[in-house]
């Protein structure tokens, strides 16, 4: 966009949370070269950011507070950039509103400075980066059937670009590229949602994939706060605007609450095309990407041919490796029980042929419909070690084999002397990374390193 550096030249800007996953780096570094005036506050101290800093070393107008936050710094500021995850009643935040500072997240502000570029956002429980890359995969390769319903298109062939919650990827650099007309496709956690709700904005296309308990340690088992957030996807859209949802969804999403066009997908749409990734959940998250892609103009056999060409994701029902006969899947990304138990249901045989490795730190929720999955579906169970194995272990009865390892190459060995050919092995979390690893990124790097070395 034109004149992008205006907005934040010479601006007093504090950014909460710099960390260690790539984001937020990448718009320091953008707030930075546009000539902001940059404080950094962050809980970690310099030696847990030796890496984010390094990165950002050249920069002499960046202030650093680290292993604290102090109040000073939530004062007498232009705006504050907050990270995902901070706390809802975070005292920082607070005063920053107190003393009338506006404060931003990193996709919201990018809609904000950028209101010529439409926005699809796609948020739920479980689904969204899976939705997103469809959506995203389908729209790239047709751009040049386009044709956009809330914006005028000011340019011949408008560009789609891939934003929100990408690992290690800010999306307000994107201002750099994008011009009037563009699309940007963006998955949307519940946190990058608090973003839109403190702008008073929606996507213009939204999608809501599913909602169930998650996060509940965040939102202290409070359902009606979790889904208030997430609820910022549709809540300031306008009538030119489209809500897309699944059948599901309706005991959440009905009709007065929207103020767009709601439109209801089914996955029975999709059945009969040729689609290569697992999962009667994953053809519902097909659904709400083909339903867009029809929203937008593009035709039907166009869809068709992008769908057949896709292998899923990394992370996400992922066929890794047949390793003498077994099949292991990376299903690393599933860090609810719901995520888990879909995976297992995508996989099932009648001989009970699955060998699931979970476990980790909890997130406080049910666990009944879980145990219940792996004790009808499963062989045996190698568990990694956190709070939420303990309470697993404790509060309920696994009627097949389990055992908890040591640490992942451990639990890999163990499942693997468990398995034989024919057997599945699925690496299916269904809780927290936390405890044993710094993120569930860190968790699915290690896991895919030790499955690429067997022989």
């Given at each position: 966009?034109?004149?992008?550096?205006?907005?934040?030249?010479?601006k007093?800007?504090?950014?909460?949370?710099l960390g260690?996953?790539g984001?937020?780096?990448?718009?320091?570094?953008f707030?930075?070269?546009?000539?902001?005036?940059?404080?950094?506050?962050?809980?970690?101290?310099?030696e847990q950011l030796a890496?984010?800093l390094?990165a950002?070393?050249?920069?002499?107008?960046i202030?650093?507070?680290?292993?604290e936050?102090?109040?000073?710094?939530?004062?007498g500021r232009?705006?504050?950039m907050?990270?995902?995850?901070?706390p809802?009643?975070?005292?920082?935040?607070k005063?920053?509103k107190?003393?009338?500072?506006?404060?931003?997240?990193d996709?919201?502000?990018?809609?904000?400075?950028a209101?010529e570029v439409?926005?699809i956002?796609v948020?739920?429980?479980?689904?969204?980066s899976m939705?997103?890359?469809?959506?995203y995969?389908i729209?790239k390769?047709?751009?040049?059937f386009?044709?956009?319903?809330?914006?005028?298109?000011?340019?011949?062939?408008?560009?789609?670009?891939?934003g929100g919650n990408?690992?290690?990827?800010?999306t307000l650099?994107?201002?750099k590229?994008?011009?009037?007309?563009?699309?940007l496709?963006?998955?949307?956690d519940?946190?990058?949602?608090?973003?839109?709700?403190?702008?008073?904005l929606s996507?213009?296309i939204?999608?809501f994939?599913?909602?169930?308990?998650?996060?509940m340690?965040?939102?202290?088992?409070?359902m009606?706060?979790?889904?208030d957030?997430?609820?910022?996807?549709?809540k300031?859209?306008?009538?030119?605007?489209?809500?897309?949802?699944l059948?599901?969804?309706?005991?959440?999403?009905n009709k007065?609450?929207?103020?767009?066009k709601?439109v209801?997908?089914?996955?029975?749409?999709v059945?009969?095309?040729?689609?290569?990734?697992?999962?009667?959940?994953?053809?519902?998250?097909?659904?709400?990407a083909?339903?867009?892609?029809?929203?937008?103009g593009?035709?039907?056999?166009?869809?068709?041919?992008?769908?057949?060409?896709f292998e899923?994701?990394?992370g996400?029902?992922?066929?890794?490796?047949?390793?003498?006969?077994?099949?292991?899947?990376n299903?690393?990304?599933a860090?609810t029980?719901e995520a888990?138990i879909a995976?297992?249901?995508?996989l099932?045989s009648?001989n009970?042929?699955i060998?699931?490795?979970?476990g980790g730190?909890d997130?406080g929720l049910?666990?009944?419909n879980?145990v219940?999955?792996?004790?009808?579906?499963c062989?045996?169970v190698?568990?990694?070690?956190?709070?939420g194995?303990?309470?697993?272990?404790h509060?309920?009865?696994?009627?097949?084999k389990?055992e908890?390892?040591?640490?992942?190459?451990?639990?890999?060995?163990s499942a693997?002397?468990?398995?034989?050919?024919?057997?599945?092995?699925l690496f299916?979390?269904?809780?927290?990374?936390?405890g044993?690893?710094?993120?569930?990124?860190?968790?699915n790097?290690?896991?895919?390193k030790i499955?690429?070395?067997l022989?």
């Open positions: 966009m034109q004149n992008y550096k205006k907005q934040f030249k010479g007093k800007i504090t950014i909460m949370g260690l996953l984001r937020g780096i990448g718009y320091t570094k707030l930075a070269e546009c000539g902001a005036d940059l404080i950094v506050t962050d809980l970690k101290t310099k890496t984010s390094k950002l070393s050249k920069f002499k107008n202030k650093y507070v680290l292993g936050h102090r109040l000073e710094d939530f004062r232009d705006m504050i907050k990270a995902a995850g901070v809802l009643d975070s005292i920082y935040i005063e920053a107190n003393n009338g500072i506006p404060v931003e997240m996709v919201s502000l990018f809609a904000k400075v209101p439409m926005v956002g948020t739920g429980t479980r689904g969204k939705t997103t890359t469809l959506i995969e729209l390769a047709n751009e040049k386009l044709k956009n319903p809330s914006l005028s298109l000011r340019t011949k062939k408008p560009s789609v670009f891939l990408l690992r290690g990827v800010a650099p994107l201002l590229k994008v011009k009037a007309g563009d699309i496709v963006c998955e949307l519940s946190w990058q949602l608090q973003g839109f709700g403190e702008a008073k996507p213009s939204a999608v994939t599913t909602f169930m308990p998650d996060h340690n965040y939102y202290k088992n409070d009606d706060k979790y889904f957030d997430k609820a910022n996807i549709f300031y859209q306008n009538k030119d605007d489209t809500l897309v949802i059948p599901d969804m309706k005991k959440w999403i007065e609450n929207v103020k767009g709601l209801v997908t089914d996955k029975r749409v059945d009969t095309w040729k689609f290569n990734v697992k999962g009667d959940h994953h053809r519902n998250n097909l659904a709400c083909v339903k867009v892609a029809e929203v937008l593009i035709p039907e056999v166009k869809i068709k041919k992008i769908v057949s060409r899923g994701l990394e996400r029902l992922q066929l890794l490796k047949t390793y003498k006969g077994i099949k292991i899947y299903d690393n990304n860090t029980p888990t995976g297992i249901e995508a099932k009648s009970k042929n060998i699931l490795i979970c730190a997130k049910n666990l009944d879980f219940k999955t792996i004790n009808e579906n062989k045996s190698v568990m990694i070690p956190g709070t194995t303990e309470r697993l272990n509060s309920y009865e696994l009627k097949v389990n908890v390892g040591k640490d992942l190459k451990d639990i890999v060995k693997l002397s468990q398995a034989k050919k024919g057997n599945i092995i299916s979390p269904a809780f927290a990374s936390f044993m690893f710094n993120n569930e990124y860190e968790r790097d290690l896991f895919m499955i690429k070395k022989k």
